[in-house]
C-alpha cells in the first residue's frame, strides 16, 4: 500500500505543476517592459512628435535620455530629452522650402533657453545668439 501512496503523490505532483505552467501561459497578463531600455519607435499621434522616428533611451514608457528624432521631412533632431521633452543640450535641426534653420543650445522642459541659430537659405547664412535665464 505504500507504493500506491507513492504514486498517488508523485501523479499528484505533476498534475499540479502542468496547472501551474499552463495557466501562466494561458494568462492574459501583460508582461512589464524593463524601466530604462533603447529602442526605436514612430510616433503617429498628434502633437509634437507626429510622423517622428526616435531612436534612443526610454524610462518608464517615455522618451528620456540621449536620442534622435527624425521626421519625414528631413528635421532631426539631437540631444537630451526629459519625460518627454527637449531638455538639456541639443541641435535641432528644422528644414524649410528654401533651406533649413538650425538651433543649438540648451532645452528647459520643451522651450529653447540658451540658443544659436543659424538660417542658411540660398547660400546665405545669419546667426543670433540669445542667452536667457
Same mark, same amino acid.
Given at each position: 500500500a505504500e507504493w500506491l501512496v507513492a504514486l498517488n503523490s508523485a501523479i499528484s505532483k505533476v498534475l499540479t505543476n502542468q496547472k501551474s505552467t499552463a495557466s501562466l501561459h494561458g494568462? #492574459?497578463? #501583460?508582461? !512589464?517592459? =524593463?524601466? !530604462?531600455?533603447? =529602442? #526605436?519607435? !514612430?510616433?503617429? @499621434? =498628434? /502633437?509634437?512628435? @507626429?510622423? =517622428?522616428?526616435?531612436d534612443g533611451t526610454w524610462l518608464a514608457g517615455r522618451i528620456h535620455g540621449t536620442g534622435v528624432l527624425q521626421w519625414p521631412d528631413g528635421s532631426v533632431f539631437e540631444g537630451h530629452? @526629459? #519625460? /518627454?521633452l527637449m531638455h538639456g543640450s541639443g541641435m535641432y535641426t528644422i528644414i524649410h522650402? @528654401? /533651406?533649413k534653420e538650425v538651433q543649438t543650445g540648451t532645452w528647459k522642459e520643451g522651450k529653447l533657453v540658451d540658443w544659436e541659430l543659424y538660417i542658411m537659405q540660398m547660400e546665405t547664412c545669419m546667426r543670433a545668439t540669445s542667452k536667457m535665464d
Open positions: 494568462s #492574459r497578463e #501583460r508582461l !512589464t517592459p =524593463a524601466l !530604462t531600455r533603447h =529602442a #526605436r519607435h !514612430t510616433f503617429v @499621434k =498628434a /502633437g509634437l512628435f @507626429k510622423d =517622428a522616428t526616435y530629452l @526629459k #519625460r /518627454g522650402n @528654401k /533651406g
